[in-house]
Each structure stands twice: as C-alpha cells, then as structure tokens.
C-alpha cells in the first residue's frame, strides 16, 4: 500500500479546500414592493411572484 512520504502542510491542505466554503444565500428584490426575497420564490411581505398576486396580505 502506498503511504504519504510527508505530511501534507497547512498549506496545501487548505488550498485544496479552497472551494468548498459555504456561500451566502443570494437575495433579489421584488419589483413590486422592494423588500429583499429569494429568487424564483414568492415575496414574504406583499405575497406576489412573477407579477401575479399569490397570497392576499392585510395592509395594516
């Protein structure tokens, strides 16, 4: 079985590592209200999604 001659550094390990960070989740605003929502998902606050009203909000 082959073995490592030497031990991998710090360095090399973590640059091999390099891409698997985690990424923050993308937000997109609504067009219709302006609040912050995720893209292809209906808006939390107005309750629209692609221009069409999908859940009926109370203004209040």
């Known amino acids: 079985m ?3 001659k030497r031990k991998t550094s ?3 390990r ?3 590592r390099a891409h698997q960070k985690i ?3 993308t937000l997109s605003k609504c067009p219709s ?3 912050a929502k995720k ?3 209906m808006c939390l606050s107005c309750g ?3 221009g069409r009203t999908i859940i ?3 203004e209040d």
């Open 14 to 16: 973590d640059m091999r």
């Open 33 to 35: 209200c302006g609040e």
């Open 23 to 25: 990424k923050g989740t």
């Open 48 to 50: 629209t999604y692609k």
């Open 2 to 4: 082959p073995v490592p």
């Open 56 to 58: 009926e909000k109370d």
């Open 10 to 12: 710090k360095s090399k």
């Open 39 to 41: 893209p292809h998902h």
